[in-house]
């Protein structure tokens, strides 16, 4: 059966996405965004303060099939319409991969439609699309999550992503929800953060910035560390509690926030500079960040650089990103995965489709 379809240029691709905590379902036309139902399990997850991936697993198998019915009615397509099906293959918690790809799967063999399996990554970085039109060849992508922190030279997003650096510890949105945690905010940590940062001073505590340091910038100019400005923050909390001081949560929020967003946008602007490009993308769930924001719009203008974000919505996991990239695949004619793809939770950055 099909449904009168929307007016549309290009192809109706359905992604999936359960690489984490999110079950996402996105419906695209080309590059028209048409649904993007996601389902959380994060609530699930905060009282442990991370996410469980046993947890993670079985809420996806509960939410799935409901997502998809929502997805094709907020579009108003019915499944028969779907040109092509793609999900995120990797890289993830294993168990909640698993889940989204068998999904695909079985989508794919029953409508006998193509499957496309993606890099989570990649499908970040094509997702500006939906919002800003094509993406500039080449870009400087800037992922920062709860589980990844990544510097990315992308040409063609559908067969070129070169990993230019990426965190050596903790991820960036990690480290927000581990200083979160400290500090007696609720999980996940970096929206309470950038709250709390907001009437706080981001100079009433020097924090360290990881490997700024001239040694550590020969190995490693466009990487990351952040798990020595985590335990920084724990130090500096416990030293006030013991000395029977309060701990000015807004003042370390605001300090430890700074120290974060200060080296993520000098190495991203560095990295552009050092690769002749003149656009920078960021995603992931910390760009959301209203730090992050500002100070990279400041840094990059001072270069010549242009900054685009998208809307914090679709810089979190959803399946929009998924179908985002799926639709860019059928348009440059990649050849489809087979359908015994398997889920690969520690996928390389620069396989975008397996
Ligand atoms: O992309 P995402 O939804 O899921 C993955 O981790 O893949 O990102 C979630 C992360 C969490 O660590 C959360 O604390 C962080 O993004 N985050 C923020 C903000 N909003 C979400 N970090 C800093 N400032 C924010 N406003
Ligand atoms: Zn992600």
């Given at each position: 059966?099909?449904?009168?379809?929307?007016?549309?240029?290009?192809?109706?691709?359905?992604?999936?996405e359960t690489s984490c905590?999110?079950?996402g379902?996105?419906?695209?036309?080309?590059?028209?965004?048409?649904?993007?139902?996601?389902?959380?399990?994060?609530?699930?997850?905060?009282?442990?303060?991370?996410?469980?991936?046993?947890?993670?697993?079985?809420?996806?198998?509960?939410?799935?099939?409901?997502?998809?019915?929502?997805?094709?009615?907020?579009?108003?397509?019915?499944?028969?319409?779907?040109?092509?099906?793609?999900v995120t293959a990797g890289p993830g918690l294993?168990?909640?991969l698993?889940?989204g790809?068998?999904?695909?799967?079985?989508?794919?063999?029953?409508?006998?439609?193509?499957?496309?399996g993606v890099n989570h990554l990649a499908a970040h970085v094509a997702?500006?699309?939906?919002?800003?039109?094509?993406?500039?060849?080449?870009?400087?992508?800037?992922l920062?999550s709860?589980g990844h922190?990544?510097?990315?030279?992308?040409?063609?997003?559908?067969?070129?992503?070169?990993?230019?650096?990426?965190?050596?510890?903790?991820?960036?949105?990690?480290?927000?929800?581990?200083?979160?945690?400290?500090?007696?905010?609720?999980?996940?940590?970096?929206?309470?953060?950038?709250?709390?940062?907001?009437?706080?001073?981001?100079?009433?505590?020097?924090?360290?910035?990881?490997?700024?340091?001239?040694?550590?910038?020969?190995?490693?100019?466009?990487?990351?560390?952040?798990?020595?400005?985590?335990?920084?923050?724990?130090?500096?909390?416990?030293?006030?509690?013991?000395?029977?001081?309060?701990?000015?949560?807004?003042?370390?929020?605001?300090?430890?926030?700074?120290?974060?967003?200060?080296?993520?946008?000098?190495?991203?602007?560095?990295?552009?500079?050092?690769?002749?490009?003149?656009?920078?993308?960021?995603g992931g769930?910390?760009?959301?960040?209203?730090?992050?924001?500002?100070?990279?719009?400041?840094?990059?203008?001072?270069?010549?650089?242009?900054?685009?974000?998208?809307?914090?919505?679709?810089?979190?996991d959803?399946?929009?990103m998924v179908?985002?990239l799926?639709?860019?695949?059928?348009?440059?004619?990649?050849?489809?995965?087979?359908?015994?793809?398997?889920?690969d939770s520690?996928m390389?950055v620069?396989?975008v489709?397996?």
């Amino acid at each position: 059966m099909t449904s009168s379809l929307p007016s549309s240029a290009g192809p109706l691709v359905l992604g999936i996405e359960t690489s984490c905590d999110e079950t996402g379902v996105g419906i695209v036309s080309g590059q028209t965004l048409l649904a993007d139902a996601v389902a959380s399990s994060v609530e699930e997850h905060a009282r442990f303060g991370g996410v469980v991936p046993e947890v993670a697993s079985r809420a996806h198998l509960e939410a799935m099939v409901p997502t998809i019915e929502r997805a094709c009615e907020t579009a108003g397509i019915v499944l028969g319409d779907v040109d092509a099906i793609a999900v995120t293959a990797g890289p993830g918690l294993a168990g909640a991969l698993l889940v989204g790809v068998a999904a695909a799967k079985s989508l794919a063999l029953g409508l006998e439609k193509p499957l496309y399996g993606v890099n989570h990554l990649a499908a970040h970085v094509a997702v500006d699309q939906l919002e800003h039109g094509p993406l500039p060849d080449p870009c400087l992508a800037m992922l920062v999550s709860g589980g990844h922190s990544s510097l990315l030279r992308v040409g063609d997003v559908t067969s070129s992503v070169e990993p230019l650096g990426s965190t050596i510890d903790d991820a960036a949105g990690e480290a927000f929800d581990k200083v979160a945690r400290l500090l007696g905010l609720p999980f996940p940590g970096g929206p309470y953060i950038d709250k709390a940062a907001s009437s706080g001073s981001s100079v009433a505590i020097d924090f360290p910035r990881g490997l700024t340091s001239r040694r550590d910038l020969e190995r490693h100019r466009f990487d990351f560390s952040f798990s020595g400005l985590k335990t920084a923050v724990a130090r500096w909390v416990q030293a006030r509690e013991e000395s029977g001081e309060p701990v000015p949560v807004s003042d370390v929020a605001a300090s430890f926030q700074e120290a974060v967003c200060d080296v993520l946008t000098r190495k991203a602007v560095d990295a552009a500079t050092a690769e002749g490009i003149e656009d920078i993308l960021i995603g992931g769930g910390v760009a959301a960040n209203s730090r992050l924001r500002v100070l990279a719009e400041e840094r990059a203008a001072a270069r010549g650089i242009r900054v685009r974000v998208p809307r914090p919505g679709l810089c979190t996991d959803n399946g929009a990103m998924v179908a985002a990239l799926g639709a860019e695949m059928v348009a440059r004619g990649r050849t489809p995965s087979h359908l015994d793809l398997p889920a690969d939770s520690s996928m390389p950055v620069d396989v975008v489709l397996v």
